[in-house]
Structure formats: C-alpha cells, structure tokens
DNA sequence: GATGAATGAGGTTTCATTCAT
DNA sequence: CATGAATGAAACCTCATTCAT
C-alpha cells in the first residue's frame, strides 16, 4: 500500500513534463513560470517538487526528452533503404515547427549544462549520419569526395535553418520551400558526372 | 530654454543599448533584469526609463540596431563585383556569431512584435538577395531554372542554420566547415553543365 | 489530497482585511503600501498574494465589508419600532467617524469600481429608507406630501455631512450637533399641523 | 532685465495650480505625480520646483485657492438682502461638484496641515454664516430659538453632504432634490407658528 | 527663468522554493 | 502522495526631488 509504484511515477513525471512543454511554448523557457506549470498540470507547487527537484530539472528532462525523440525518429528514417529519403524525412519545412529547439539553442549560449545536453545529443546523430553518408558514397549515390563528417554537421545545420524560414517570412510557400531545400541536398551529394559515360 | 543637446541624449541612447546587449547576451533576454542593465550601463533605474519607456523598449531597439547593422552589413557586400563573393561574406562559419539572432529567433515564435520585427527586417535582405540572384542568372553565373525567391529565403535560412554549427559541435574545424558550406552553395547555384560543350 | 480548511483560509483574509483596514485609515486608500499592509498583518509580500490578487482587490474587499456592515446595522435598526429612532441610531455626531467612506467617496469620484460598489449598496440602504418612510406615512408620522425617494437620497447625503462635522470643527459639542441634527429632520419629517385641530 | 516679475510670477503660479488641479480632479491628491503636473502644466520639472517647494505645498496652495473661492463666493451671496437666498446659492444639487472637496475631507483627517487649512476656512465661513442667522432671527424670518453657531455648522455639514448624492445615485433627479433641500432648510429654519395668529 | 539629466528609494507584483499538515 | 500556506528576494517600473547647464 505504500510502496510507490515507479510506473506511477514515471506517467506523473511525463505528464508534467508534457504540462511543462506546452508552458514553455507559450512563454519561453525562463517566462514560463513554475506557478503556471502547475497550474497547467493540474498540480500543486508543492506536489511538483516530488517528481522534479527545480524548474531547471524541468527544463532539462524536457530537452533531453525533445531531443531523444528526434533522435530516435531520425534513426527509425535511416533504418529505410534509401539515403536522401531519411534525410528529407527530417527537412520538411513546416509552419509551426518545433518551437524548442531555437529556446535550446539560444539557451545553449550561456547555459553549459545545455550546451552539454545539446552537444551530446548532436553527437548521435552525427555519427548516424556520417554512417547514412558513408553507405551512401559507398553505393555511389553521393559524391565520394565530401567529407563526411563536415557533411554531416552541415545537414544538420540546415535543419536547423530551416526551422526558421517560416518565421522569417510566414507567407513562404512551403511546398516549394521544401522542395527547393531538397533540391540544394541533392545537387550538394550528387556524385560529380562521370566524364567517361558522356 | 535652450534645447539640451539632442545628440547627447542620443548618445547616451546607444550607451545604455551597449550595456543592454552585453546583458542579454550574457543571461538572455528574458533573464536579464532591468537592473543589471542599469548596473551594466553605471546609471539608476529610475534614469534608465528617461531612455527607454520599458525594458520591451530597450530589446526592440536594440534588435532593430543589430537587424539594421546585419542589413547594411550585407548591402555593402552586395555592392561588390562577384555574386558568390557577397554570399560568402555573410556565411563565414564562426565560433562566436551574433548570439541575440538565435535569442531573437526564440522569442519570434511568441512576441508578435518580435516577429513583425524579424519578417520587416528579413524582407529587405531578401529582396537584395533575389536581386543579386536575378543578376547572377542574367550573367549566366547561375542556373536560371532556379526560384529567386525561394533561393532566397533558403539562403537567409541555411545563414541562420549555419550560426548554430559551433554549438553543436564545438570542436568543429571552421575553415572546413566554411568552405563546405561554400561549397554546397556553390553546386546549388551554379548552372547545369551545358550538354553541348560536351 | 484532503483539501486544507477553507475556513482558515477565511479568517486569514479577514485578519488581512483588518490589517489593511488600520493602514487604509492612517494612510489614505492610495497612501497606504501593500508592502505595509504586510507588515501590519505580520505576513510576506508574496503571502498577501495567496489571499488578495492585487491591492485594489483589498480595497473593494474592504470597502464590500465596510458598506455592507453599515447596511445591517441599518437593517437592524430599521426592525425597531418607530421610524425616527432608526434614523436617530445612525445619524449621532461622533468625533471619529468611519473614515473610510471619506476616502471611498473621493476614490468614488475616479474609479468607476468604487463608484459601482457605492452606488449598489447605496441603493439596498435607499429602499430601505423608502419603505421606513412609507410606513411612517401611513402611520401619520410623517408628511404625507413628501417625496420617499427622493427623501431617502436626502437623508441619506445628511448623514454623509454629518461625518464631516467634527473634522470642519474639532471642538464642536458633538451632543449639541446632534440634537439639533435631530431636531432638523423631525421637522422635515413632521406633518404639516392640520388647522382643522387648531 | 534679471529682475523678476513678481505679476509673471504669480500668473505662472496659478497656471501651474490650474495644471496640477486637473491631475488631481482626474487621479487624486495622492494619485496625481508631480511629472503628470508637469506634462498637463508643459513645464519641466525642475522648473515646477522654481514656483512650489513640493508637491504637498501645490496641494495646499491649490486647496487654499479653492477654499478661499468657496469663501468668497458665499461671502458674495451673503450680501444679496434674503437669508434663505443666500443659503440656496451654494446649496444647488448638482452632478459634477467640486470633487476636490472630497479629496480634501478625507486628507483632512489624517493630514494635520490639511486638517488646519480646512478648519481655519470653516471658522470664516461659519461665523459669516452665524452672521446671517443672527440677522434672519432678529428680522423674525428665522426661528430664535436655534442656536446660531450650531445651525452655522449643521448648515455646513449638510452642503458637504450634498456634494455625495449625485455619487451615490447617478440617475438622481437633481431638480427635485435641490428644491426637497431647500425645502428641509426652511422648514428647519422657520419660526414657529405664533399660537396667537391662530 | 527654464531645461532635462540624474538619483535612489519605494511602489506593486511575481518568482522559485520550502514546509507543516 | 498531495496540499496550499508561507517566504523573501527580486522583478519591472514610478516617484518626488535635486542639480548642472
């Protein structure tokens, strides 16, 4: 009767955390206050501190969750055949992106630990992709004079960049936006043309 | 009954934003306080609102001066001969970048004013960018199938993207990086080899 | 999970209210701080919070109490017997008045709240007058030709005035004024003299 | 040419006390700040300083001013030859009265400045007004029996409290209040039937 | 006479957090 | 597990006032 169940627990923390996120959305990181989460929630300030020892504590096992998750769907993409699909799985620009990751990017300015958080996570996905750029030279489908590992955190940069592209102009055809970015990647990896076969 | 010096009044106007920017980059612009600024600038609180009606007041103005630096910045490169050159100009991949674009990019996807002033500031980068692309394909320096358009907005965002490279890796080799990002820039624009030259 | 009393909660804002109360009368209604009122309930500025979501918040709270204790002395008043004695029982010159409804009138003047809660209680202690009239006109107590309503009002702005008469002249004999305060409305009140009995 | 204008000077005063009243009809005594009087009178702060000494002493000039006018409108009046005509000129219900009065009332009771300033112009007034009983009684058009100095004081208190009828009910008829008013006054006032003329 | 720069205390309110129950 | 009372520092901002020009 008073052994706590950890699954219990564990359900509790991912609803605050989902509490959280959407606080967080609204307000930014640090406008968000721990009252509104609570609130938010459904909880109260006191009850909050049982499951996450500070606002801080919150903030990091949101990141550390957000990033997980796009790892983990970057890595179910690159389990597909083809190279240049997974990669576009991930370069769709949409109108509401995750509106997080420029908070933990900005954020990852001045705070180590998110530095840390976000430089670890990075690394994941790098070497995932390396490995993706590497089978695809392999296989001949990307120009095998790219180095892989700059490759690699250049795409990433460019996902990165494109999270912005409908906050800078929200009338931006997404359709075509998307197309063009995909456009770039290819003519980017493409193997040079074989002087021989012409 | 004489007027006292505008100038001055100005002057101290840019002071004050000085101290600001160094604030906010150092704690983020929610997270620094208005008195850190006042200490920062070595001026009482109360004599900061002489300035500035409200600490919003100060982050937009200080965002306007650094959106309009980044504008001229460009205008001036755009001036020069080569097209590729100015876009280069603009992409050097570098460890510190300007800090308050991602901190403002954050607080775009929540402040309206933020966004009006981000999307006002975006629009005149990109008409001088599709105007630079216009003359490009004119010159038959680069593809005329390509969008001016949406090439343009992909290149402010790959810009962006590009600020977040040392973030996430922070032992990033930036002259490699640079020049691959030139170098996708560089396939992506450039126009198809001509079959009959072969 | 079991709710915590919600009867302390209750006592706590009177105990509030009381404390804010003492500051509002040595201080005036805009002159007394919150940070004051603290200090007088013995509590923190943020605690004051927890029962009161702003400063006005007190204010209308209080001026609520305030107006509605003197309605039901009013109230009770009026279940005696003859008219003119529940008048009397509210109209006695004292040398310390509820100094308060000298502040709420003058806020009355600017703040449309203020104005609101005035003007309803004001109306629940006019009918009653009215009807205390009524009765007296039937009765044969008081000149039948007179207006109910608008001697309501009347009596009504006779004892406002009468607050200020010891603060116009402090060394008014406060017995004396009341008499003649007295004297005043029972021959207002007073039937004409019927010349049939003369 | 550096010697000053004592007439310039005293206009700029009241033009100043014309500003500051305003500011003090439209946010109170407490409430107006000395930078509004400034903005309303378009003058500089400091140069506020060169006329009053501080804020209070605006608020006391001011009040002076208005008491003093009071005083001399009644003073006015009273020379006019009926008693009761005199009395009905400053005792007209009206929707917008001097609502400094109220300010002032109340400030009186915890400011000992305010309270002496309004004591001291009440003696002016309630001897005039003393005065004119004493001349209405030895005329026969006033009851004898009053005492003179407390009528004087009751007669004040009650033009204070009709200053609070249009507050407490805005949709007052003030036609028929004023005449009920008067109608009280004179009832209050006249003789008593001679039994002998019966 | 007149300006506006400058102050620093203090205004109301919110914050993250702790604790008794 | 869960509450909400309680804290006190700090948030942004306004205040009355002074001073050099």
Do not use: W
């Not at 991930?90 to 630990?113: Q, W």
């Amino acid at each position: 009767m008073r052994k706590l169940d950890p699954v219990k627990h564990e359900e509790k923390r991912r609803e605050i955390l989902g509490a959280a996120e959407r606080c967080f959305v609204r307000d930014g990181l640090q406008g968000a206050s721990v009252s509104s989460i609570c609130a938010e929630a459904g909880i109260s300030p006191g009850h909050l501190y049982h499951y996450f020892s500070s606002k801080e504590a919150i903030i990091s096992a949101m990141i550390e969750v957000r990033l997980a998750e796009a790892a983990a769907r970057f890595a179910k993409l690159a389990e597909g055949a083809d190279v240049l699909d997974t990669l576009f799985g991930e370069m769709t620009v949409s109108r509401s992106g995750p509106p997080l990751l420029l908070e933990a990017l900005a954020e990852a300015n001045r705070s180590p630990t998110m530095a840390k958080a976000l430089q670890d996570h990075t690394k994941g996905v790098h070497s995932l992709l390396a490995e993706l750029l590497e089978k695809g030279q392999a296989a001949g489908a990307i120009d095998p004079g790219l180095d892989r590992n700059i490759t690699a955190s250049l795409i990433i940069s460019i996902i990165d960049g494109s999270k912005t592209l409908c906050l800078r102009d929200p009338k931006l055809d997404v359709k075509q936006a998307t197309k063009a970015l995909q456009t770039m990647i290819i003519r980017y990896l493409a193997p040079p043309p074989d002087p021989r076969t012409r």
